[in-house]
């Protein structure tokens, strides 16, 4: 004669009822998206996934995964992309190394028109946080050291390579801030820094420049407002401490 307790047991195991076997919708579904990234899904437009915060880089050496300085260039390394919240983003970085960074994480630069639907959320915005600009919601009080550390220069600092691309100029205080440290600098999807902080590449490319957006810390409106903020003023291979990058993906 089958006991009670070992009816119960067999009852519940069978999946007939109880509350050991009760599930909800979402169990057993995978995630749209990898961890650290938003899922965007609007009305007209396909949907994809975005890096929650801006990106970090580790160096890739044989099968082993390095941490790399961000304040230094990543020229002639094997990269990849990591996002997440409270550490200093990777800047001087090009288009094309930005790109390849992504790829070595299952991820892809955002087209333009991607990082801009996501960057003005659901109902959309020309800043993350809203229509009107708002002091110190983002990272864009900024300013780089470039005159006081490279004096001899003069006004030719602006086209030096080695001067715009010196790692002491983002160790200063007033530049670069870690990922998500601005809190007011969210959209409704719950990402952040997508204006102000570094300017981030995506993969537009038009003639032989490629395209960054957003803006960084000194400037988020010379080259439009906010979330339209555009600029083609380099080619893709070009970095300065102010050129950063975030991934995006398609669904799973």
């Known amino acids: 004669m089958v006991s009670r307790r070992l009816f119960v047991l067999l009852f519940v195991a069978a999946g007939l009822g109880g509350p050991l076997a009760t ?3 979402s169990e057993g579904r995978s995630r749209p998206c990898l961890t650290g990234m938003a899922h965007i899904a609007m009305p007209g437009m396909h949907a994809f996934c975005i890096d ?11 099968r082993k995964e390095i941490a ?8 002639n390394l094997q990269v990849k992309a990591v996002t997440r919240a409270g550490v200093m983003p990777q800047a001087y970085i090009s288009r094309n190394e930005a790109e390849a960074a992504c790829k070595a994480s299952k991820k892809r630069l955002c087209s ?5 639907h996501a960057c003005q959320g659901r109902v959309p915005t020309t800043f993350p946080y809203g229509d009107e600009r708002k002091a110190g919601y983002c990272n864009d ?10 004096p001899e220069l ?8 080695e001067a715009l691309n010196d790692p002491r100029i983002n160790q200063a205080e007033n530049t670069v801030a870690k990922t998500g440290s601005f809190a007011k600098c969210k959209n409704t999807f719950g990402v952040y820094d997508m204006v102000g902080n570094l300017h981030e590449w995506v993969s537009d490319v038009q003639g032989s420049r490629g395209t960054f957006r957003g803006g960084y810390y000194q400037d988020t409106h010379i080259n439009g407002d906010g979330c339209k903020y555009r600029t083609v003023a380099h080619d893709p291979n070009y970095h300065d401490y102010s050129t950063g990058f975030r991934c995006c993906a398609d669904p799973k």
């Open 23 to 25: 599930t909800t919708p």
């Open 141 to 150: 009080g900024g300013r780089a050291p470039l005159a006081s550390l490279h």
């Open 68 to 75: 790399h300085t961000p304040t230094q260039p990543v020229t």
């Open 52 to 62: 929650r915060w801006e990106a970090q880089v580790v160096e890739i050496r044989g």
């Open 112 to 116: 333009g028109d991607e990082w801009e």
């Open 154 to 161: 003069g006004e030719d600092v602006y086209a030096s390579s």
